[in-house]
């Protein structure tokens, strides 16, 4: 059974930072990769990061490259998104996701398990 718990969400204001945590329990699940997406309201999910599990190369949306960065403990137990220069159109609620193919993966599709998510507030 795997399990995800995400953290570290709540309201900051424009230019602050915040980190987001996403623990794992993954049994015996093979994870190949970890992807962290966000839906605003009213918007459909959207491709934030993501991290090979193995080599731990990155992949980050256009809209958030050189602001976030995505990494994982050496315990291979939590993922974090941290998230400098926060801005208005950041808020959302993120979600972090596993997935078994390796790689660097920006289509939702791709996961196969999905944290509950938590909510970011960038206010102006």
């Known amino acids: 059974q795997v399990q995800l718990v995400e953290s570290g969400g709540g309201l900051v204001q424009a230019g602050d930072s915040l980190r987001l945590s996403c623990t794992i329990s993954?049994?015996?699940?093979?994870?190949?990769?970890v992807g962290w997406f966000r839906q605003a309201p009213g918007k459909e999910r959207v491709f934030v990061a993501a991290?090979?599990?193995?080599?731990?190369?990155?992949r980050y949306a256009d809209s958030v490259n050189g602001r976030f960065t995505i990494s994982k403990d050496n315990a291979k137990t939590t993922v974090f998104l941290q998230m400098n220069s926060l801005k208005p159109e950041d808020t959302a609620v993120y979600y972090c996701?596993?997935?078994?193919?390796?790689?660097?993966?920006?289509?939702?599709?791709?996961?196969?398990?999905w944290g509950q998510g938590t909510q970011v507030t960038v206010s102006s």
């Open positions: 996701a596993v997935g078994e193919l390796e790689g660097i993966l920006a289509s939702p599709s791709r996961y196969a398990y």
């Open positions: 993954r049994g015996t699940f093979n994870v190949g990769g």
């Open positions: 991290l090979n599990w193995r080599s731990s190369a990155t």
